[in-house]
């Protein structure tokens, strides 16, 4: 077989500058992105200003563009974004950064409007602008000191009245590449605009006092005052103030004390978290993951030599939440010798469990696949195949060394497919089903002490009597 020739600028250079251009030219007539590459490139050799006009025209016309994009032209409209900044960076960006950092922002200020035009559920769209975002960080080191000092204001100019958080992702990018007194007066600035709206007694102007807030909390962490920061966070509402963050920070910096009153405060009320497995369990969603602040607040406590408490918080919080996580923190912490004991006692705790999917999840995770399958035997009757997003993996894992407890799972999810009539899932239900013929001899070896338990010659017997009509099943079976 003959291999295609690598590209290189080497071989492409020993192509001849005529051939090369043929090529190009080709290329440019096929492609719109590709020929306003080029033409910026062309552009390049008169100067920056003349790369400036080329990207101003195309900005102005994203600007004022009001059509709604349908998803045919969805890919070429990111195409062209995506180009847009590509120009911005690589060409205007190597003759004046501060001419593309300018650009930059008045692209990004696009966003709102862009996001009005299209369904960018794909992530696509926003892929780009993330791509911008990235590229103005890259550039503030380029930036002569003067240009530097004036990158706040350039950046609150174009980002200080959007509400979708690029303000806030902006600075995030910059902050690290920015003098020391820069930051300073950024903040003093920010201060001062928030002083101005909080003495506004009605706000009938838009308000991004929280994107403010935040900037401002960057630029607390960038000057490592730790101080400026909480007092900022202290002054969110308290159902928006992250406890466990300001506890973690003041806990690394020795601030044991302050971590406690900090993460004894009540929790954040975010999106709610709901795993598989509560789900399953029935169990209702955590608005803040139990082990995350579990783990800190042990630490905070043995920060304190209150190991005792520590030790008691970690393993209650295992109790309740079965997180395999937070049961390796307390055996780490354990004398030598202990973890063994300890392991019986958490293994029997989650066999215990009438919270069967977390228990599953756990003894699986840590690994003791031995213990899953007795749970999946125990429980026998219990799993339900609709739980298709944790049960394959789990009967997979199983199928060697336990194939009855397999054998158990892959039965529940067949039925359910075939229960419910879901026919998308008919070629899953196949795959069971032939999973179920290869498991037979090892699990009636082990089932060989279990007075319920049918065996697989009856149990297909039973799927061809109350599903035999399922005709599409059934051909997707014979065709294995």
């Known amino acids: 077989m003959v291999r295609k020739p690598a590209l290189s600028i080497e071989a492409l250079t020993a192509l001849g500058a005529a051939k090369l251009a043929r090529l190009v030219l080709d290329e440019a007539e096929r492609s719109v992105p590709f020929r306003r590459l080029v033409s910026a490139a062309l552009a390049g050799q008169k100067g920056p200003d003349a790369i400036a006009g080329i990207v101003d025209q195309r900005l102005s016309a994203l600007e004022k563009a009001r059509g709604f994009i349908d998803w045919e032209r969805a890919r070429a409209f990111r195409d062209d974004l995506a180009t847009t900044v590509a120009v911005i960076c690589d060409e205007l960006g190597e003759a004046s950064p501060v001419m593309a950092l300018d650009r930059l922002l008045r692209f990004i200020a696009t966003h709102e409007s862009v996001f009005e035009r299209i369904d960018d559920s794909s992530g696509r769209i926003q892929s780009v602008y993330d791509q911008a975002i990235t590229a103005a960080g890259m550039l503030t080191p380029r930036l002569a000191q003067a240009d530097a000092t004036q990158l706040p204001a350039r950046i609150m100019a174009a980002l200080g009245n959007t509400s979708h958080g690029y303000l806030v992702d902006v600075a995030r990018a910059v902050a690290d590449h920015l003098p020391r007194g820069t930051l300073c007066a950024w903040d003093a600035d920010l201060d001062a605009h928030q002083r101005a709206q909080d003495a506004t007694a009605h706000r009938n102007h838009f308000s991004n006092g929280s994107q403010v807030r935040e900037i401002r ?117 354990l004398p030598d010798f202990e973890d063994f004991p300890t392991l019986d006692r958490a293994f029997a705790h989650a066999l215990a469990s009438g919270h069967i999917y977390n228990a599953l999840a756990f003894l699986m995770e840590w690994p003791r696949l031995d213990l899953a399958a007795g749970l999946v035997i125990a429980h026998r009757g219990e799993w339900e195949g609709r739980q298709y997003y944790m049960l394959p993996p789990v009967a997979d894992a199983l199928a060697a060394d336990h194939p009855l407890a397999s054998t158990i799972l892959y039965r529940a999810l067949l039925d359910d497919i075939l229960a419910r009539a879901r026919s998308k899932a008919y070629p899953h239900a196949a795959r069971h089903l032939a999973r179920l013929d290869e498991l037979t001899p090892g699990a009636a070896a082990e089932a060989g002490t279990l007075k319920d338990w049918v065996s697989h010659a009856d149990y297909r017997a039973s799927l061809e009597k109350a599903h035999g009509r399922k005709s599409g099943f059934w051909s997707l079976v014979k065709s294995r």
Do not use: C
Request: without cysteine; charged residues 30%; glycine residues 6%.
């Open 217 to 333: 909390q960057i630029i607390a962490e960038k000057l490592g005052d730790l101080d400026g920061l909480i007092a900022l966070e202290a002054k969110k509402p308290p159902n928006l103030q992250d406890t466990i963050d300001v506890a973690t920070r003041l806990l690394e910096a020795g601030r044991a004390q302050e971590a406690l009153d900090w993460i004894h405060r009540p929790a954040s009320r975010r999106i709610a978290y709901l795993s598989a497995m509560d789900l399953a369990d029935g169990l209702g969603p955590d608005p803040d993951p139990f082990s995350r602040r579990t783990s800190i607040e042990a630490k905070i406590l043995e920060a304190l030599d209150r190991k005792g408490d520590a030790q008691a918080l970690r393993w209650s919080a295992f109790e309740a939440s079965l997180d395999a996580g937070i049961l390796r923190e307390y055996i780490a912490a």
